[in-house]
């Protein structure tokens, strides 16, 4: 049964009720990818909906450009990779899209090394079936939809001998630090483009798993990221402990990330991205116990390093990056405010 793109609700067309009682069955297209390294041309045989290009040396995104050949074989005009979307502070990552070429031709950054990119197909694949709950999946009211709903392989989580790459870890909540995903706006697949972050995080980034622990679309919807286990409550285990991801290095274990879908650079979030966003983070602060307008020392539990920042941050309170978006990080102050409110 093929993936349908018309409800992206879940992003997969819902079959047969299954055995296991509160599931049916919906099939999701299996996502190819192809990786390569430097700058030479590469074609492929699937088409292609997003490059990943990864880079060392340099957070900037300066001097960095794709060109991509479609389907008849013509290779297109060069196009400036733009923001460096959310990036670390030793080196630079986007998702790109295409709009389904055959392949692509890149420049690195001014400054950049180890060239790494990732041709990814995430709606035309061979189905792949799956489980998902019949009923909507809510954290204390608010719906989100699960791992499988957005057609999260959970094979990815694993590496060749079945161990699991990244092990779950989990340490008390401290903070929420925002994000923007850099991808395109107006995106007509999302649950797509989550499962393309979360090839891209997964394998090439070789985290294990999605950096993020929730990430919302423009329509509102709100995915459910990085595993945690089988406990109903996301991104937790049943003691209210934050399951470690990788959103920002250095500082992950306790930090809780949101990503909006998108590029907030230019223009904010939607109205139903926002309000979105604000249910999210109200009923976290309250589900935690914090202050969504304070300032807060956190402390990693790791390695012991300090840093004080909001506690309701934006990426850019962490380290050098344009994440999430400047018109994003402006709208941080109104999200305290609306967070704090009784609304």
Not at 224 to 250: C, I, M, N, Q, W
Not at 274 to 290: K, N, Q, S
Request: proline share 6%; glycine share 12%.
């Amino acid at each position: 049964m093929a993936a349908t793109t018309q409800d992206n609700s879940t992003a997969g067309s819902v079959g047969t009720p299954s055995d296991t009682f509160g599931t049916t069955t919906a099939s999701f297209p299996s996502t190819r990818a192809q990786e390569a390294t430097g700058e030479a041309p590469l074609k492929t045989a699937f088409p292609i909906g997003y490059v990943g290009v990864q880079w060392a040396g340099t957070a900037q995104a300066d001097g960095g450009a794709i060109r991509v050949i479609d389907a008849g074989g013509a290779m297109g005009e060069w196009q400036a990779f733009g923001g460096s979307g959310c990036a670390e502070a030793n080196g630079g990552a986007l998702l790109i899209p295409v709009n389904q070429a055959s392949g692509y031709e890149l420049k690195a950054p001014d400054g950049a090394i180890g060239l790494r990119s990732l041709a990814l197909d995430c709606t035309r694949g061979p189905g792949r079936e799956v489980k998902v709950p019949t009923d909507p999946t809510r954290l204390r009211g608010v719906v989100y939809l699960s791992r499988a709903a957005w057609g999260a392989d959970e094979s990815l989580r694993f590496k060749p001998d079945g161990t699991e790459n990244t092990p779950t870890a989990f340490y008390p909540f401290q903070t929420i630090t925002l994000h923007h995903t850099a991808t395109a706006n107006a995106d007509p697949d999302p649950a797509a483009t989550v499962r393309g972050i979360y090839q891209f995080h997964a394998v090439t980034n070789d985290w294990g798993d999605i950096g993020y622990h929730f990430l919302i679309d423009e329509q509102g919807r709100i995915y459910e990221g990085r595993y945690s286990g089988d406990d109903v409550l996301p991104a937790h285990d049943r003691d209210r402990k934050l399951v470690t991801a990788f959103h920002v290095g250095g500082f992950n274990s306790g930090n809780l990330g949101i990503a909006l879908l998108g590029t907030l650079t230019e223009q904010g979030p939607t109205d139903a991205a926002r309000i979105a966003l604000t249910r999210l983070v109200r009923v976290l602060t309250r589900l935690h116990g914090v202050d969504p307008k304070a300032t807060v020392t956190y402390t990693n539990p790791v390695n012991g390093t300090r840093k004080e920042v909001p506690e309701i941050s934006g990426h850019q309170d962490w380290m050098p990056t344009e994440c999430p978006g400047a018109t994003m990080y402006e709208a941080l102050t109104r999200l305290r405010e609306d967070v704090a409110g009784q609304g």
